[in-house]
């Protein structure tokens, strides 16, 4: 479900979850929402890192 989430949408429910945490702190729902919401965002980032890395190629030192 959360993979459907645009990219900036995710960081905006991030965003919004610190921005309460630094007046209250969180319920135990909101805690658990932000932990998911942050999960998927490193998900994304791995997955990001993962493909540009599959497309390099050591090709050793040239001299």
């Known amino acids: 479900m959360m993979d ?12 919004e979850f610190t921005k309460i945490s630094r007046d ?3 319920t135990e729902e909101e805690a658990k929402e932000r932990a998911n919401y942050r999960e ?6 791995r997955q990001s890192v993962r493909g540009n ?4 190629e ?6």
Do not use: C, F, Q
């Open 58 to 63: 050591y090709k050793g030192n040239k001299k």
């Open 24 to 26: 209250r702190d969180l």
């Open 4 to 15: 459907k989430i645009p990219h900036d949408e995710l960081v905006a429910k991030i965003n």
């Open 40 to 45: 998927e965002y490193l998900r994304r980032i």
């Open 53 to 56: 890395l599959s497309g390099v």
